[in-house]
T-cell receptor, first 114, second 110 residues
């Protein structure tokens, strides 16, 4: 069964450093998303992406964040200057149709900012 | 704030049916009802979704009240692998900006 993959599984970085989290969505999916989950807290939507453009973003997704689909398979989330409060699990998801219908999530990247 | 209300936790015995309730009294006519689950240390997993009619798939059934103010996710025969946090989420016009609540932690007893 096709699945969303994410690398790395765990990333440790120092405050102020840039990090890039990578995702490979399911190949025939056209809609891509990033979510985060701070330890012990709720899942939070960050951004959705379609046709090489951001479709929608939350208040969390400020100028420190950016997304890109650099080639036909990868989907990346970049945090320019990490803060301690960026420590969280980051989940990538993809879907065949627009919206919250049947989104397939990856296993997540645990980001630890020290 | 979350637009759905779910019990914090529920327990069930293995191989028995499980009924997970969700209240959404402020649901609008265009809101879909989605269920996702999150197994320990994993990403969320889609379970089922519906609008008005009851829905069945290979994982579960979704029973939606006639007034749509509540719904129930039914796992017909729970296994240990079904132990997870189950989220009931509404999506409306803005399908992306969804509010995930705390969900129901389902504990399956062998």
């Amino acid at each position: 069964e096709p699945e969303v993959t994410q690398t790395p599984s765990h990333q440790v970085t120092q405050m102020g450093q840039e990090v890039i989290l990578r995702c490979v969505p399911i190949s025939n999916h056209l809609y891509f998303y990033w979510y985060r989950q701070i330890l012990g807290q709720k899942v939070e939507f960050l951004v959705s992406f379609y046709n090489n453009e951001i479709s929608e973003k939350s208040e969390i997704f400020d100028d420190q964040f950016s997304v890109e689909r650099p080639d036909g398979s990868n989907f990346t989330l970049k945090i320019r200057s990490t803060k301690l409060e960026d420590s969280a699990m980051y989940f990538c998801a993809s879907s065949e149709i627009m919206g919250f219908y049947e989104q397939y999530f990856g296993p997540g990247t645990r980001l630890t900012v020290t | 704030d979350a637009k759905t209300t779910q019990p914090n936790s529920m327990e069930s015995n293995e191989e028995e049916p499980v009924h997970l309730p969700c209240n959404h009294s402020t649901i609008s006519g265009t809101d879909y009802i989605h269920w996702y689950r999150q197994l320990p240390s994993q990403g969320p997993e889609y379970v089922i979704h519906g609008l008005t009619s009851n829905v069945n798939n290979r994982m579960a059934s979704l029973a939606i009240a006639e007034d749509r103010k509540s719904s129930t996710l039914i796992l017909h025969r729970a296994t240990l692998r079904d132990a997870a946090v189950y989220y009931c989420i509404l999506s409306g016009d803005s399908n992306y900006q969804l509010i995930w609540g705390a969900g129901t932690k389902l504990i399956i007893k062998p």
